[in-house]
């Protein structure tokens, strides 16, 4: 069995308890505790380290279903990839999902994730109709936007602080096809990416763009732009690929500045003639999917992710800067993701989505240089007013957390005292770090 | 396809039927715990189950075997499959104050599945047609102090197993034992995991695979096959001195 780490390679130290049945008490721990789902989250967030962590992979049952209205109840631990299996054939589809299915419900609750849809459906909690939350006091609520609206909304994106989600109700929409009509756009620069962005967020439900991290000067955020819609002809699933595993860690030499700009180079001729494609959903949403365990080509010492969200009011020269410091430093690693979020507001009391454009991208950690990146970046964020995604974070600071989350307190009051993750403690602590 | 899950709460037992499920079969749930057994109903036919059927019922009772054997022909039509899960793993920590907790554990997981299979072996049989699933353990091919009653349990089962298959060989009907190592599973909840660990999801997708190729055993994953080919040839005066 892998050892229970998050997905940018951080071990897990403490016990794990792991929960099969939904009517199950919570297990009886000492000291605090948080759930677990399938270590999608990057860095410490999903962590609790010197505590307990609950293991929700055996809570993987559906409870009910609904054609009519396409309302779904399972519990916290199915995956969303266990719901496309099912119910994508049948013609319902999650109306929002991230870069890799194998997240849990449970998990894209609490994260409050956004999907390449999100200028046109918000975030994850915003399709959640209902939800039972287990506190460590022993009660259960049932939590939705009218019962218990306050512990729902500090439940969506409330980083499993609340209580153990032991199953949820989720709004699935229905789909023409298992197919997206797929076209690639290939953009010179950054100003060249929000004039697309805005032009296609009102033709095409799904919008994201791959940049070239290395890029700099006129060039700077060159890249691909993705686009897609739902097919409407009832295209038959054609052959799944098998997903090939990352058998091992590989070494830390195989990334380095060359291999990342020939990566970049090849990956961008290879499809800017791409035009419009018709694929299957899967690799259009789930790219990485098909390489299991991707995160080893970084090696042992794992990677960080770094993602933002900065606002539109302030211009482009917050974006600008952001990338020309990740092209100057040289670290980034493949490909970087831009995508512009809509103006619907999350439901959550913590979510990260808000208006803006969202830079993400991959750094091999590796010591201090890579935390002096993360440092400066988180200065640009800062002077921004824009945010960073506790989902991906491994070092952002208090000063910066209590800017970009102002209802932090809020989630505070309305955690389960028992309930506690390592990124809390981290972000939450009173001294400033040096 | 028809199929039976006795002890059908188990981890594997459910991720087998799952499998079964998706595939459009009938089943027919039998346990302990009806909320329990309702859950995994819910789940199923949502997977894609043509019907569902359960029936909570104390499984050590040998005196409802034969007529659960009915029953599910009643319920389903000609049974399939039948998989035999119900287990327990005791503590033999308790067995020296206690020794008809001993005798229970053989009770669970010998006598009681003993009973099952032939109550459905002769109606499977009498058909010439169908597989039995019979959940054993790599802990049945060698006594260790740590698991004694279990592991003879689940020896005996599987010698059980074997004598079946060799009398109904003819008739068509097919026997496969299945030898889990460690599953993580609510029986190993206690115990500390390592890379040896397989999911049930694992275990179930080698089960439905050796029941579709009717094989005789299955070690599952596959590397214990060999484990307790050296295992069993730890000759006894060296074996006894290990702590195992």
């Known amino acids: 069995m892998a050892p229970v780490e998050s997905w940018g390679r951080i071990r897990a130290e403490g016990a794990a308890r792991p929960l099969w049945w939904r009517d199950d008490p919570l297990p009886e721990v000492e000291g605090t505790m948080l759930p677990f789902g399938r270590g999608r989250s990057y860095g410490d967030a999903c962590l609790d380290q010197g505590g307990t962590l609950l293991l929700t992979r055996g809570l993987s049952r559906f409870i009910s279903f609904d054609e009519a209205t396409g309302l779904l109840a399972c519990e916290g631990g199915v995956t969303l990839g266990e719901i496309l299996a099912r119910f994508a054939p049948l013609g319902f589809f999650p109306t929002v999902v991230p870069g890799t299915k194998h997240v849990t419900v449970g998990g894209a609750i609490a994260n409050d994730i956004h999907g390449k849809n999100h200028h046109r459906a918000g975030t994850f909690g915003a399709h959640v109709t209902r939800l039972e939350l287990l506190r460590s006091d022993g009660s259960r609520r049932v939590c939705s936007p009218a019962e218990h609206p306050e512990l729902f909304a500090a439940t969506v994106g409330g980083l499993g602080l609340t209580g153990l989600v032991t199953w949820a109700e989720l709004r699935l929409k229905r789909i023409p096809s298992a197919f997206i009509r797929w076209e690639t756009v290939p953009f010179e620069n950054v100003d060249a990416f929000f004039e697309l962005s805005a032009r296609s967020d009102t033709t095409h439900e799904y919008t994201v763009a791959w940049i070239d991290c290395l890029a700099r000067g006129d060039r700077l955020g060159r890249g691909l732009f ?52 018709l694929v299957h959903y899967e690799p259009f949403f789930f790219p990485l999917d098909g390489v299991e365990r991707w995160n080893r080509i970084y090696g042992r010492s794992g990677l960080m992710q770094f993602q933002c969200v900065l606002p539109f009011d302030r211009g482009l020269g917050g974006v600008r800067g952001v990338l ?74 208090p000063r910066m957390f209590r800017a970009a989350y102002p209802r932090a307190p809020e989630l505070e009051r309305l955690r389960d005292p028992r309930f506690e993750s390592t990124f809390w403690r981290r972000v939450t602590a009173a001294e400033e770090r040096p | 396809m028809n199929v039976v899950v006795l002890g059908a709460t188990s981890a594997i037992a459910e991720q087998v039927a799952r499998l079964h499920a998706a595939r459009g079969a009938a089943l027919l749930l039998v346990g302990r715990k009806p909320g329990r057994l309702a859950a995994v109903a819910a789940d199923l036919r949502l997977r894609g189950a043509a019907r569902v059927e359960v029936r909570a019922l104390e499984l050590d009772e040998l005196a409802a075997h034969a007529a659960l054997a009915a029953e599910a022909e009643a319920l389903l039509g000609p049974v399939d499959l039948v998989v035999v899960a119900q287990g327990a793993l005791g503590d033999p920590a308790a067995y020296a104050a206690d020794p008809a907790a001993a005798a229970a554990v053989l009770h669970t997981n010998l006598v009681a599945p003993a009973s099952l299979l032939t109550a459905f072996a002769a109606r499977l049989a009498r058909r010439g047609a169908g597989s039995l699933v019979v959940l054993g353990s790599v802990a049945g091919d060698r006594g260790r102090g740590s698991n004694f009653a279990y592991g003879a349990a689940k020896g005996g089962l599987a010698l059980f197993a074997q004598g079946l298959r060799n009398r109904w060989h003819r008739t068509g009907l097919h026997v496969l034992t299945v030898k889990p190592g460690f599953v993580d599973t609510p029986m190993t909840a206690h115990v500390p995991k390592n890379p040896l660990f397989a999911s049930p999801e694992r275990v179930a997708a080698a089960i439905v695979r050796a029941a579709d190729a009717r094989r005789d055993v299955l070690y599952v994953p596959w590397f214990w096959r060999f484990i307790l080919l050296a295992v069993r040839a730890i000759p006894e005066r060296v074996f006894k001195k290990l702590d195992l």
């Open chain 1, 226 to 277: 993705y686009r897609g819609n739902h097919a409407e002809a009832p295209f038959r699933a054609g052959r799944r690929r098998r997903p090939v595993t990352v058998p091992f860690d590989l070494p830390d030499a195989v990334l380095n500045r060359l291999t990342v700009k020939a990566f970049n180079a090849l990956y961008r001729w290879r499809n800017r003639g791409a035009g419009e494609r």
């Open chain 1, 324 to 397: 020309d410091a990740i092209a100057r430093s040289g670290q980034g690693s493949f490909l970087a993701v831009l995508k512009t979020f809509g103006g619907l507001p999350s439901p959550g009391l913590l979510s990260f989505p808000r208006p803006g454009v969202t830079v993400a991208l991959d750094f091999p950690r590796r010591g201090e240089r890579t935390l002096a990146l993360f440092r400066e970046l988180e200065g640009l964020v800062l002077e921004q007013g824009g945010a960073l995604y506790p989902a991906k974070d491994l070092v952002m600071s």
